[in-house]
């Protein structure tokens, strides 16, 4: 975006805005497919620990 532009804005609140994009698939806006399943680590997965020199 450039300086002194404003963005998009929308006639709507976030929660529908948010709603519309999960569930319209003619949305203008939508959700990249990799964000489809949950991103937390569950307690006492190996994989909550921080990889090495991180």
Do not use: N
């Not at 929308?10 to 964000?35: K, N, Q, V, W």
Request: negative net charge.
């Amino acid at each position: 975006m450039e300086p002194g532009e404003d963005g998009d804005r929308f006639d709507c609140t976030a929660t529908e805005l948010i709603s519309g994009m999960l569930t319209d698939p003619r949305h203008p806006y939508t959700i990249p497919a990799d964000y489809t399943t949950h991103w937390f680590v569950p307690e006492g997965s190996p994989y909550r620990q921080a990889p090495p020199g991180f």
